[in-house]
Structure formats: C-alpha cells, structure tokens
C-alpha cells in the first residue's frame, strides 16, 4: 500500500462557505450581468467515464464542494505549503423540484477505503488504500477526488466547485461582512485571529480566521470546527439573502465578481445550469436548508483520525434520493385532515433537531448518531438558544404529539412539552439528568459519565 501525503495541520473548514455561495449565486441569477461576470470563472475538465459511477436520480443536484487549501500567489501569506490540497469537502445536494437543500460535510481527518486513480498530467496517480478522504487530490487531482467522494458514499455527483482562501475573504467583505457571535475572546496566532467576545460583524479577514481556528476554539478537534463552520455558513447565508443584500446592484456586482474571479468547476456547471438551480432556489426557505457532518466515530487505532459510523450510508441514500431533511412538506400526498387516533408514526416520520443542555461536550454529536441509527432523521445539532430545561424534554408543536411520545419513548428519562414556533420538526433538550437511552434503542448508552473522547463536536453559543 503506497503511502498517504503528511497534510500537516488542518486549516479549517472555511470553503464549506462555497456551497452557500452556488445558493446564492443561483438566487441572484436574475440580473442580467451575471452573464458578463460568469466569464470570470475557472473551469477544469474531469473524465467521469473512466469509473463505475453511483446511479443518478433525477430532480436531484449533487455538487461537491472543495475548498482548496493552495499557498501559491495571494494565498501565500496563510503559510507555506506544496500543491493544492483539499483542506475542506463537501457535497451540496439541491432537490430541484422542492427547492430544499442539503449540505453534508465530509471532514477531513475521515479514514475511507480509497480506489485507485490513474497517473495524469501533473499527477503520479495513486494505489488502492487506506487514508484520508482528503489525501487523494494531491496524488490525482480534482478528478481522482470526485471519483473517491462518490465510491465512499455513493453518491451520485453531477459537478465540482473549488474556491481558495482569498476568493472566500473577498466575498465577505463584498456583503459588508458577517455577523456574528463570539462567546468568549479568540487569540489564535495560527488563524492569524484575535477577537473580542461579543456580538460583531466579521471582515473578510477575520472570517477567514475565524473558520480556519482550530486550537483555540472549542476542543480543538476538526469536528468541533465544522460545527462552528455551519454556524457562520447560516449567518452568511442569512446576510445575503437579506433586503439590503438583495436590493443593491453594487452590492450583489461586488459579490458575484469576488465569488467569480475565485471558483474553479467542471466544464459541464455551466450558466444554463446554474439558471436551473435559481429556479428551485429562488424561494428558498431558510430551514429547508440544512448543514450536517457525515456520522461518524473515533478510528480504533489512531485517536487523531475519524470513521464513518453505521449511520452513514442511510444519510447518503437520503441524500442521492433527494429527502428533505429539514422535515419539509413532501409532493403533497398525505391527506392533512387524516386526524385519526390510529395513525401510526415511524421513526423515518420525526425528524429533531438536538440540544445539548448538559454541558458535556460532544454530546449532541453522539446523541444524534444513536437516533440516527434508529431510524429518526436528525435535522441538527447544538447548544440551547431559546429553551434550556434542567430536565430533557422533548418539545414539539401542536398535533405532533405522537411523534414527540415516540421519541421520548426511547430515552431513559425524557418528558414532553407543546410549544409554539415548531413545526414538524421536534426538539430535544439534553438535560443535566440525561440518563441515556433505554433498551430498546441502539446498543449505545450515552450516559452522563460516558467518555466521548474523539467525537466531540463543541458547538458555540448563538446567544450574547
């Protein structure tokens, strides 16, 4: 087995930030000089013929998104580094007949079977083996990763999109920045980033910092920083999608030239394609837009490395399928005024988002790859924002009382509690008695004392 590249220090998840921006670009298409702009971008040609391919299922749109960790030119002043790498992965899937969206995060410290990859041009291909999910670029290019992204998961994969650290902090500053929340102060000299706690609207420059801080933030693990990477992906997302974004011409030139003079993508994502895209985005529904991590768990022999867990390949068939994870409405089948006392809920029919109120890290992580393994579509994780019960609740809205009783059904000590605000999808609120699950649930039992070791995933607080 040829061995795998030393990647060194990870620098973040930052380009998962790219996905957001192809919903946006594809929300903005409507303006005419988008086609002037569209000239700027870089593409790159990958031969999809040459491997056996996942099945592509039609009315879904899935892209992998590559942040390309490259130190040559501007990048230069991030540190010293050969090639590019990918140092953050991610497929975007869009469901192009609901207009829900799915952003999967495949983390870069991932251990994976790897095929093969034939020598190319500016390559020396690569022998099947174990490694990094991350790794295989350096050895086959763009076309090597694609070709490994979909045999690992599955996933059918219609286009690429690649961004660098520059292009990422110039479409900040072309918004005015990103709000954001920091609970306690940041002095991370790797990141090149020192913040004050607070409520703050983040620069180019210091979101960069900000999602590429790893060692001061958190627990310090590639897990905990996605978690804070999807948080500043939905304040992004929130920012642009904003009357005062939406509405200025300068605004939108400005940002659609920073995102276009920095992507590179495959031949065939052209701006037909696109404007195809913007017609099922253009209403999206912020909570029909969903961002999760690949379940996984620590590797048996290498604590600084992780696994995908059993869990897995049910995330990656709802999402070559096109399920809407956020709970969403269907194609309109179910009859609404079905109010009888016999209808019976599965555990595919919840969906919850998880809240970790216990103060141990990573719980939410671990908590969400148990029901997940049940069968419950688990839409989130996180830290208390507007409930924080000492006891674990489930909180539900009106009429799901039934789903809510079946979730907490298969947890040691959970109540439940109707409130308004939620619909259709539950909350779970890990208490400070979480006792675990009961019996009946997956083998696992999270209990308060448990050790969670390698898969913690420290989410920050959204509340100053």
């Given at each position: 087995m040829s061995g795998s590249p030393s990647l060194g220090l990870s620098t973040g998840k930052w380009v998962a930030c790219a996905a957001t921006a192809l919903v946006i670009i594809a929300s903005l298409l409507g303006y005419g000089w988008y086609r002037g702009l569209v000239g700027n971008i870089t593409t790159a040609q990958v031969d999809t013929d040459e491997w056996d391919r996942p099945t592509n299922v039609e009315g879904v749109l899935n892209i992998l998104v590559i942040g390309s960790d490259v130190r040559s030119g501007e990048n230069a002043d991030y540190g010293a580094a050969e090639g590019a790498r990918p140092d953050t992965m991610l497929i975007a899937s869009i469901n192009v007949d609901n207009g829900a969206a799915t952003l999967v995060n495949l983390p870069r410290d991932l251990m994976v079977d790897l095929p093969g990859c034939d020598a190319v041009e500016g390559y020396e291909g690569m022998q099947p083996q174990q490694g990094m999910i991350s790794s295989v670029m350096t050895f086959g290019g763009v076309g090597c990763q694609w070709k490994v992204v979909e045999q690992v998961t599955g996933v059918h994969l219609d286009h690429f999109l690649m961004m660098d650290f520059v292009g990422f902090k110039d479409m900040v500053d072309a918004i005015g920045g990103v709000e954001m929340c920091i609970p306690e102060p940041i002095d991370d000299p790797k990141a090149h980033l020192v913040l004050d706690a607070g409520l703050q609207s983040l620069d180019g420059e210091d979101s960069l910092g900000f999602v590429r801080s790893r060692y001061s933030q958190g627990d310090g693990s590639d897990l905990s920083r996605i978690d804070r990477q999807q948080e500043f992906m939905g304040a992004m997302l929130r920012e642009v999608l904003s009357s005062e974004v939406m509405t200025s011409p300068v605004t939108i030139t400005r940002f659609l030239g920073a995102v276009t003079e920095s992507i590179t993508t495959d031949e065939e994502l052209t701006v037909d394609t696109m404007a195809d895209i913007a017609i099922s985005m253009r209403e999206v529904d912020l909570d029909r837009v969903q961002?999760?991590?690949?379940?996984?768990?620590?590797?048996?022999?290498?604590?600084?490395?992780?696994?995908?867990?059993?869990?897995?390949?049910?995330?990656?068939?709802?999402?070559?399928?096109?399920?809407?994870?956020?709970?969403?409405?269907?194609?309109?089948?179910?009859?609404?005024?079905?109010?009888?006392?016999?209808?019976?809920?599965?555990?595919?029919?919840?969906?919850?988002?998880?809240?970790?109120?216990?103060?141990?890290?990573?719980?939410?992580?671990?908590?969400?790859?148990?029901?997940?393994?049940?069968?419950?579509?688990?839409?989130?994780?996180?830290?208390?924002?507007?409930?924080?019960?000492?006891?674990?609740?489930?909180?539900?809205?009106?009429?799901?009382?039934?789903?809510?009783?079946?979730?907490?059904?298969?947890?040691?000590?959970?109540?439940?509690?109707e409130v308004g605000g939620l619909e259709q999808t539950l909350e779970l609120v890990a208490g400070s008695d979480w006792e675990g699950f009961g019996s009946s649930s997956s083998e696992s039992d999270l209990s308060i004392t448990d050790d969670l070791g390698g898969v913690t995933a420290e989410k920050q607080e959204s509340a100053c």
């Open positions: 961002f999760v991590t690949v379940p996984n768990g620590a590797h048996p022999a290498d604590e600084n490395r992780i696994i995908m867990s059993d869990a897995a390949p049910a995330l990656f068939e709802a999402i070559n399928n096109g399920e809407d994870l956020g709970g969403g409405d269907d194609d309109g089948d179910s009859d609404s005024d079905d109010t009888s006392e016999d209808v019976s809920v599965e555990p595919g029919d919840v969906a919850v988002e998880v809240v970790n109120n216990t103060g141990i890290e990573g719980l939410a992580l671990e908590i969400q790859s148990v029901l997940v393994d049940d069968g419950f579509v688990v839409t989130g994780t996180g830290n208390p924002e507007q409930r924080a019960p000492e006891a674990t609740t489930v909180f539900h809205g009106p009429g799901d009382e039934e789903a809510a009783e079946l979730l907490a059904g298969s947890i040691t000590n959970a109540r439940t509690e």
